[in-house]
């Protein structure tokens, strides 16, 4: 089996809604700044499931003998634990900045 080159590992696409809202001009308070935070969380959370669903195609097309590169197979379901863990971290992060909002209030 001949070796073949890794490329660079590319940044998920749940980033990528990370850097749109980051932008300048990009709104960021009040009803403006939530629905943007929404749109940025909803997008990540489509990304890992697309990302999810390719691993578990890929995971099947290598288990079935469907798939002659298993490496395939192994980036994409890493690629879609990583992406889930990203957005789970950052969920965790609204959740705890909510709590203390409203322990603030209180």
Request: charged share 15%.
């Amino acid at each position: 089996m001949p070796i073949m080159s890794v490329p660079a590992v590319e940044a998920t696409a749940a980033t990528s809604y990370v850097a749109a809202a980051t932008e300048p001009g990009a709104p960021s308070t009040g009803a403006a700044g939530a629905s943007a935070f929404a749109q940025v969380l909803g997008g990540a959370v489509d990304s890992t499931q697309q990302l999810q669903g390719t691993a578990n195609e890929l995971a099947v097309a290598a288990v079935t003998g469907d798939l002659e590169d298993v490496h395939q197979a192994t980036v994409a379901a890493t690629r879609a634990q990583t992406t889930l863990e990203l957005v789970a971290a950052v969920r965790n992060k609204a959740v705890d900045a909510f709590t203390e909002i409203m322990r603030m209030q209180a």
